[in-house]
């Protein structure tokens, strides 16, 4: 407990921190008055809910950076998520996720991970999003905000939960449309950098990603196929000369599971990636 208490210190003693608490309390304020004030009862629905996980890790020979012989680290990983949904039925849903995820007895710390830490990042905006399902009574459904996407065995896109700071939110906006033989996702983003002394959390820089997810229905298996554009534009990709330059990549794929009535389940998940130019 001794740690817990110099950590709270050190917390309420950070000028970032204390922005970050500050935000925490308007956040939380503002949706308990929503509960309060802003419902009738009927037509509308707040909810909250929350989860702490604790997970210790022993790396012998290997670190978070990668293997490394007679090296050990030891970490005790602590991330809570507390949860907001306003739900306006008729009118779409507002959904707000805080995280707060620290590391203890780990060697490494902020310096060591200058663009985005996997361990820690003190009380920040993971996801918060505006949705609105059925537009206009079509079959259209938008999502725009800071958003976990995921699909499938999530092996071509997944949140990264085992992380302690849940890496793969995005900022991005999604359409879907939901037909009877198919449902299509478009979305435009950019992936979130997690840094302990930034509030809100920053997407990448000069890093656009655009996406086209479809799942068959009505098929005696699951089948999945997609198409996926990534332009960096950061000018430090390397090209086989040594220059620097930007880099535009296509990639397509598939992915398809089929189920058997005792448990077994096969499948398979391909994709291939075309990149042009520097």
């Known amino acids: 407990m001794v740690f817990c208490n110099s950590d709270f210190a050190r917390f309420a003693g950070d000028k970032n921190h204390m922005i970050k608490r500050s935000a925490l309390l308007v956040f939380v304020s503002f ?12 037509n509308d629905f707040f909810s909250y809910s929350g989860e702490i996980r604790f997970r210790f890790e022993y790396d012998d020979n290997f670190t978070l950076k990668g293997y490394s012989p007679d090296e050990i680290d030891r970490l005790l990983l602590e991330r809570v998520r507390l949860n907001f949904l306003f739900d306006f039925k008729k009118g779409g849903k507002v959904f707000l996720q805080l995280q707060d995820a620290h590391p203890y007895l780990t060697q490494f710390g902020d310096k060591d991970f200058k663009v985005s830490s996997p361990i820690k990042d003190t009380l920040d905006i993971r996801q918060l999003f505006y949705e609105a399902q059925n537009i206009g009574g079509t079959n259209f459904d938008i999502k725009i905000g800071r958003q976990q996407i995921s699909y499938g065995d999530q092996r071509v896109f997944g949140p990264g939960s085992w992380g302690n700071t849940g890496r793969y939110a995005w900022d991005a906006v999604k359409a879907t449309y939901k037909g009877k ?8 983003g950019k992936y979130l950098l997690y840094k302990n002394d930034v509030f809100p959390d920053h997407p990448v820089n000069n890093f656009l990603t655009f996406v086209n997810y479809n799942e068959v229905k009505n098929l005696p298996f699951s089948l999945d196929f997609f198409y996926v554009l990534k332009h960096n ?10 220059e620097n330059g930007n880099l535009t990549s296509h990639s397509i794929g598939f992915q398809i599971v089929k189920s058997f009535q005792n448990n077994l389940q096969l499948g398979s998940t391909w994709g291939c990636l075309k990149s042009l130019g520097i």
């Open 31 to 42: 949706f308990i008055a929503c509960n309060a004030f802003c419902l009738d009862g009927k």
């Open 233 to 242: 534009t950061n000018r430090k990709i390397k090209d086989e000369h040594g």
């Open 181 to 188: 033989i198919i449902t299509s996702d478009f979305w435009i």
